[in-house]
T-cell receptor
Framework: LAKTTQPISMDSYEGQEVNITCSHN???????ITWYQQFPSQGPRFIIQ???TKVTNEVASLFIPADRKSSTLSLPRVSLSDTAVYYC?????????????FGSGTRLLVRP | GAVVSQHPSWVICKSGTSVKIECRSL??????MFWYRQFPKQSLMLMAT?????????EQGVEKDKFLINHASLTLSTLTVTSAHPEDSSFYIC????????FGPGTRLTVL
């Protein structure tokens, strides 16, 4: 079972800021939080990764509260090309390997 | 980010034949690679963990004799779908682990 819960879908308009929140109540002490973007018929693309507080890169910001039981991916000024499925993942150590178990993801639709 | 390639990007085969899919890490060495399968409109499902120089670890419900994984070098893992059937038609995606998982572009398998 995936360790994360996200909204199934979100709608937005071009130019708006989009915030996608993910719940991971059972996150382990050594787990990082990673977000991926996936377009149809493509492999997931790494967006951002964080452990706590705030991380920012050229495409997104990631906000993680002190208890780390949730995280929020913030996409500033989205465009039509940001329409995709966004996955929030935390790892699982199983059989001595660190695995990513995908949840359902959030299907973001950006409208003109 | 790190780059992972897959070959072929798509393949069509007849029922009963075997198909090999290659996954290469182009700019890093991957002791561990992962293989996923994704059906239309669904999330990625982890199939197996590929370990360089040792046997792969398969997830529950994945037939190891049907999905043969070989990880002979630090930059190459292969997945062979043996005696393929139409229900094996899917999108197969690999990833390499650098501490963060980077995904390949995927391979579309269609079994007639």
């Amino acid at each position: 079972l995936a360790k994360t819960t996200q909204p199934i879908s979100m709608d937005s308009y071009e130019g708006q800021e989009v915030n996608i929140t993910c719940s991971h109540n059972n996150i382990a002490t050594n787990d990082y939080i990673t977000w991926y973007q996936q377009f149809p018929s493509q492999g997931p693309r790494f967006i951002i990764q964080g452990y706590k507080t705030k991380v920012t890169n050229e495409v997104a910001s990631l906000f993680i509260p002190a208890d780390r039981k949730s995280s929020t991916l913030s996409l500033p000024r989205v465009s039509l090309s940001d329409t995709a499925v966004y996955y929030c993942l935390v790892g699982e150590v199983m059989d001595s390997s660190y695995k990513l178990i995908f949840g359902s993801g959030t299907r973001l639709l950006v409208r003109p | 980010g790190a780059v992972v390639s897959q070959h072929p990007s798509w393949v069509i085969c007849k029922s009963g034949t075997s198909v090999k899919i290659e996954c290469r890490s182009l700019d890093f060495q991957a002791t561990t690679m992962f293989w996923y399968r994704q059906f239309p409109k669904q999330s990625l499902m982890l199939m197996a963990t590929s370990n360089e120089g040792s046997k792969a670890t398969y997830e529950q419900g994945v037939e190891k004799d049907k999905f043969l994984i070989n990880h002979a070098s630090l930059t190459l893992s292969t997945l062979t779908v043996t005696s393929a059937h139409p229900e094996d038609s899917s999108f197969y995606i690999c990833s390499g682990d650098t501490g963060t998982q980077y995904f390949g572009p995927g391979t579309r398998l269609t079994v007639l």
